[in-house]
């Protein structure tokens, strides 16, 4: 049996979700499935305090707000000195951010969505199987565990699948990694009871910079991140893996170390690596398919950015197939121009943030950082298999 609806989403973290919440809130026959995490809790848990306007706007602020996430009042760096910058929400416009069970946010997002009235499958994988054109629909598999998969038929596409964009390049798409960088990152137990320091911490070194969150779990949460490009990358990186290695390194952060030993924290569970890079689609829509959240365009880390651009590009896809359906031809093209005309500003603010670090200019990382996003620096992709 073939299910036809109107739009099918690939993805359902923050911009599938997003999506799916305002499309089936127009009235749209929406299908959202999500492959999920795998065995381990996923990264990217700040949400900045300007967020809430895009929540408020999907229906869900007070859902989130209700939802156990940590208050987080804010942002210690060291970066350009020893000597801490803090930026206390305390006098920005919005209140508080959040440091966000990110497991928990996620799967209220997605519940969001079923009781807007998308049809929401866990665990499930989407497939192109035959790309539709102006007359007919694109033809996709769902997968849902081991069960045979099923074939659904969708007027419109939204790649949400993260970095990974698996939809978006099977469509033909090129993505652009403008830099490399990696995260390894860990967490932390033990300490829980005499450190209520809910600020994000921030701290540069000489060939990369760290951060660390107190998770709504209790935890604390540690994180490099780094090129690793260097002759030494590969070596570097199996050592933060192996053991302890990710904790050993954590002394050259010399302030984010203190502040854990003072605190008695101690590394639990797996360290592990994630691609944190700057990258966008060339073009993030196409023939009545459009990109939302990571896949069409991923931010460094440090910009806090991720979480909030996933649900805004969602949100801007719902407004996007709106306004295609009501005969706006200039909408998709619209829509793919403004996103890189987001990444190209962000990239000029994100190199002007690490311009601000000038303790090491003869080292690898900061000789590249200072270029993140220049042409020169930009590589495409391989094109993905025409399949996901
Ligand atoms: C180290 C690190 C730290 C970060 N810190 C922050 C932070 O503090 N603040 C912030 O805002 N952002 C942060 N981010 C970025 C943030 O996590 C992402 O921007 C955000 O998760 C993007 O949401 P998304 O919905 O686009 O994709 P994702 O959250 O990646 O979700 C994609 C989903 O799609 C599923 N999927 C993939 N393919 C398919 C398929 N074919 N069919 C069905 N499902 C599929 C995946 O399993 C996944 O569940 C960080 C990122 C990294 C790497």
């Known amino acids: 049996m073939v299910t036809t609806v109107d739009v099918a989403i690939a993805g359902g973290g923050p911009g599938g979700a997003a999506a799916a919440i305002a499309l089936a809130k127009q009235g749209q026959r929406v299908l959202l499935a999500d492959a999920g995490a795998g065995r381990w809790p996923r990264i990217g848990e700040g949400l900045p305090p300007s967020a809430r306007a895009l929540l408020r706007e999907l229906g869900v602020l007070d859902q989130v707000?209700?939802?156990?996430?940590?208050?987080?009042?804010?942002?210690?760096a060291f970066w350009?000195?020893?000597?801490?910058?803090?930026?206390?929400?305390?006098?920005?416009?919005?209140?508080?951010?959040?440091?966000?069970?990110?497991?928990?946010?996620?799967a209220g997002l997605r519940a969001a969505a079923h009781a807007a009235g998308a049809?929401?499958?866990?665990?499930?994988?989407?497939?192109?199987?035959?790309?539709?054109?102006?007359?007919?629909?694109?033809?996709?598999?769902?997968?849902?565990?081991?069960?045979?998969?099923?074939?659904?038929?969708?007027?419109?596409?939204?790649?949400?699948?993260?970095?990974?964009?698996?939809?978006?390049?099977?469509?033909?798409?090129?993505?652009?990694?403008?830099?490399?960088?990696?995260?390894?990152h860990?967490?932390?137990?033990?300490?829980?009871a005499t450190d209520r320091d809910g600020r994000t911490w921030i701290e540069a070194v000489p060939d990369g910079w760290w951060y660390s969150v107190l998770?709504?779990?209790?935890?604390?949460?540690?994180?490099?991140?780094s090129d690793f490009s260097g002759e030494d990358g590969a070596a570097e990186r199996r050592r933060l893996l192996t053991g302890e290695g990710l904790w050993d390194a954590l002394r050259l952060a010399p302030q984010l170390y203190a502040l854990c030993a003072e605190h008695g924290w101690r590394p639990h569970g797996a360290v592990q690596g994630a691609d944190a890079g700057s990258a966008e689609l060339e073009h993030a829509g196409g023939e009545r398919w459009l990109a939302v959240g990571d896949a069409?365009?991923?931010?460094?880390?440090?910009?806090?950015?991720?979480?909030?651009?996933?649900?805004?590009?969602?949100?801007?896809?719902?407004?996007?197939?709106?306004?295609?359906?009501?005969?706006?031809?200039?909408a998709v093209g619209g829509y793919a121009r403004h996103l890189r005309e987001v990444h190209r500003v962000y990239r000029e603010q994100c190199r002007g943030f690490y311009a601000m670090e000038?303790?090491?200019?003869?080292?690898?990382?900061?000789?590249?950082?200072?270029?993140?996003?220049?042409?020169?620096?930009?590589?495409?992709?391989?094109?993905?298999?025409s399949a996901l």
């Open 65 to 76: 707000l209700a939802d156990g996430h940590r208050r987080s009042p804010g942002t210690l």
């Open 80 to 106: 350009g000195s020893n000597t801490a910058h803090v930026e206390d929400t305390l006098f920005g416009l919005h209140g508080d951010g959040l440091q966000l069970d990110r497991t928990r946010f996620d």
């Open 119 to 184: 049809e929401v499958h866990e665990g499930a994988r989407l497939r192109l199987l035959e790309r539709g054109d102006a007359r007919t629909p694109h033809t996709v598999e769902l997968h849902i565990g081991e069960a045979a998969p099923q074939r659904v038929q969708a007027r419109w596409l939204i790649d949400a699948s993260g970095r990974s964009a698996s939809l978006a390049r099977a469509l033909g798409a090129q993505r652009i990694a403008h830099d490399r960088l990696l995260a390894f």
């Open 186 to 192: 860990q967490r932390l137990v033990g300490g829980a």
């Open 215 to 225: 998770l709504p779990s209790g935890e604390r949460l540690i994180a490099y991140l």
């Open 296 to 330: 069409a365009m991923a931010f460094d880390p440090l910009s806090s950015k991720g979480i909030a651009h996933a649900l805004y590009s969602g949100l801007r896809a719902a407004g996007t197939i709106w306004a295609s359906e009501q005969g706006n031809a200039e």
């Open 358 to 385: 000038g303790r090491w200019p003869q080292r690898e990382f900061w000789r590249g950082a200072a270029k993140i996003g220049r042409p020169r620096n930009s590589t495409r992709e391989a094109p993905a298999e």
